[in-house]
Structure formats: structure tokens, C-alpha cells
């Protein structure tokens, strides 16, 4: 994320498929419950609409701006 207001939007996306997180730096967002394929599917696709796009590493999802 570039900006508070990128920030912000992603935020808001979290919030509206009630997934409970943590803001942890600029572009990193920790969440903190087990979320399901269908979840992160959703995430995904959500995120997506937004102009942004998850990122797997390592087995961690991180959130890029296209």
C-alpha cells in the first residue's frame, strides 16, 4: 500500500468481510484468525475490484496496488 488512503480501503474491505487484523506495516496486514480457501477467494477477487492484488510468500498473503 502506498498511502493512507490505500490503507484505508483495504481496511474497510477487511472489515466488510468481518476478517479480524492488524495493521503490522505499510503493505502488511496480519490477520489474525485461520481463514479458509473460500475466504481468501473471496479476499482475493474483493481486493482485486479495489485496484489492489494479494501476494503469496512463503506462505504468507501480502497486499500490492496494481
Do not use: P, W
Request: charged residues 25%; positive net charge.
Amino acid at each position: 500500500m502506498l498511502c493512507t488512503r490505500s490503507e484505508m480501503a483495504v481496511i474497510n474491505e477487511l472489515q466488510k468481510l468481518d476478517l479480524h487484523f492488524m495493521v503490522v506495516d505499510l503493505g502488511i496486514v496480519k490477520i489474525m484468525q485461520n481463514i479458509s480457501n473460500a475466504q481468501i477467494k473471496k479476499l482475493r477477487k474483493t481486493l482485486y475490484n479495489t485496484g489492489f492484488e494479494l501476494i503469496n510468500y512463503k506462505g504468507n498473503v501480502s497486499i500490492e496496488k496494481i
